[in-house]
């Protein structure tokens, strides 16, 4: 194609650009070279878009370069790699428009391409074969299932538009875990994500600087490592599982004997066994945890040592003074 024709297309192309798409698409260069475009559908769902024209064009395909500050390089490779297909498709015809076109609609229609990367990490890192991780474009959520054997917490994670700035929302469906267990699990992953984009509130740690991270990798690891780990968890107390072997017989009752507590630590007790291991010495330096010997604290529980202690101790006297009369009875 000669110059003049290319720059008729060009010119027309351009004006067809900024009247379909002017919302989206900032042209940054736009020469006989190549051709430049900025599209940005939010602050991370943005690209710059580089078409070039080959010698024989438009007999041959434009070469598409996509970079980004903020999308994946996998996603970009991908993306352009189905653009050059698109160009090779319409060989003969003019393909700036079209691929520009492509872009956009991709840009839009995937919210979710702004975590991509987290995505892929999320498959190969953390999930296991009975896991599931649905993508759900249109809500610009993922929808995630993390299994182990009878148990399951089925959660939604919202990609919110200013994603990785703002933190993911996370939303339960479904679960058959104990209400402690699941208002546990919510409120650790918003932790989470709210320590991913706010700086810490302790001064010292505060004053390293801060950098925004996305949030949902970490707070999906978090779910996925809980359910695997929490339901094959021994009791502290008594060495067997925690929870029951079949979710229909989970307790959640707080006050029944066999309600699971976890504590700050993470490992977990029965309740009759936690109040039993708490009301049995020694009690030198506050109970810690068999596990990892981290002291207890429990909400369940305040009662502090000392108390215990001379509670312990009175029961102790009372069983000798009670000892020691015994022959009286006999
Ligand atoms: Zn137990
Ligand atoms: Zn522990």
Same mark, same amino acid.
């Given at each position: 194609?000669?110059?003049?024709?290319?720059?008729?297309?060009?010119?027309?192309?351009?004006?067809?650009? !900024?009247? =379909?798409?002017?919302?989206i698409?900032?042209?940054?260069?736009?020469?006989?070279?190549?051709?430049?475009?900025?599209i940005s559908i939010t602050?991370?769902r943005t690209l710059?878009?580089?078409?070039? $024209?080959?010698?024989?064009?438009?007999? %041959?395909?434009?070469?598409?370069?996509?970079?980004?500050?903020?999308l994946?390089?996998?996603?970009?490779? *991908?993306?352009?790699?189905?653009?050059?297909?698109?160009? +090779?498709?319409?060989?003969?015809?003019?393909?700036?428009?079209?691929?520009?076109? &492509?872009v956009s609609k991709f840009l839009e229609e995937k919210p979710?391409c702004?975590?991509?990367?987290?995505?892929?990490?999320? &498959?190969?890192?953390?999930?296991?074969?009975?896991?599931?991780?649905?993508?759900? !474009?249109?809500?610009?959520?993922?929808?995630?299932?993390?299994?182990?054997? +009878?148990?399951?917490?089925?959660?939604?994670?919202? /990609?919110?538009?200013?994603?990785?700035?703002?933190?993911?929302?996370?939303?339960?469906?479904? %679960?058959?875990?104990?209400?402690?267990?699941?208002?546990?699990?919510?409120?650790?992953? %918003?932790?989470?994500?709210? !320590?991913?984009?706010?700086?810490?509130?302790?001064? =010292?740690?505060?004053?390293? %600087?801060?950098?925004?991270?996305?949030?949902?990798? #970490?707070? /999906?690891? $978090?779910?996925?490592?809980?359910?695997?780990?929490?339901?094959?968890?021994?009791?502290?107390?008594?060495?067997? &599982?925690? $929870?029951?072997?079949?979710?229909?017989?989970?307790?959640?009752?707080?006050?029944?004997?066999?309600?699971?507590? @976890?504590?700050?630590?993470?490992?977990?007790?029965?309740?009759?066994?936690?109040?039993?291991?708490?009301?049995?010495?020694?009690?030198?330096? *506050?109970?810690?945890?068999?596990?990892?010997?981290?002291?207890?604290?429990?909400?369940?529980?305040?009662? #502090? #040592?000392?108390?215990?202690?001379? @509670?312990?101790?009175?029961?102790?006297?009372?069983? @000798?003074?009670?000892?020691?009369?015994?022959? $009286?009875?006999?």
């Open positions: 194609m000669g110059n003049l024709e290319l720059q008729k297309e060009l010119d027309e192309y351009k004006n067809k650009l !900024q009247a =379909k798409v002017p919302r698409t900032k042209v940054m260069t736009w020469s006989q070279e190549y051709v430049k475009v900025e602050k991370f710059i878009m580089t078409l070039r $024209f080959p010698d024989r064009y438009p007999e %041959t395909n434009l070469l598409v370069e996509l970079t980004s500050k903020t994946g390089h996998n996603l970009l490779f *991908g993306l352009s790699a189905q653009c050059e297909d698109e160009c +090779k498709r319409s060989i003969g015809e003019v393909q700036i428009l079209r691929v520009i076109q &492509k979710l702004c975590c991509a990367e987290e995505i892929s990490n999320i &498959k190969r890192e953390i999930l296991k074969s009975d896991d599931a991780i649905v993508l759900k !474009q249109k809500q610009s959520s993922v929808n995630l299932i993390a299994r182990q054997g +009878k148990y399951y917490y089925d959660a939604m994670f919202c /990609v919110p538009d200013d994603y990785p700035e703002a933190p993911i929302r996370n939303d339960l469906n479904a %679960t058959n875990f104990s209400t402690a267990f699941q208002k546990y699990f919510q409120a650790q992953m %918003t932790e989470i994500a709210r !320590q991913c984009v706010e700086p810490p509130l302790n001064k =010292k740690k505060a004053s390293h %600087t801060f950098e925004k991270r996305p949030s949902l990798f #970490p707070a /999906v690891k $978090f779910l996925v490592e809980s359910v695997h780990r929490y339901v094959n968890e021994v009791c502290c107390g008594c060495n067997n &599982k925690g $929870f029951p072997e079949d979710p229909v017989n989970v307790i959640d009752e707080s006050s029944n004997r066999y309600h699971v507590e @976890r504590l700050y630590c993470g490992h977990i007790f029965h309740l009759k066994c936690l109040v039993k291991y708490m009301k049995t010495p020694p009690f030198q330096g *506050g109970k810690k945890c068999p596990s990892c010997g981290e002291r207890i604290f429990h909400e369940k529980y305040k009662v #502090p #040592p000392e108390l215990e202690e001379a @509670r312990w101790a009175h029961k102790q006297a009372r069983q @000798r003074e009670l000892d020691e009369v015994t022959d $009286f009875f006999s």
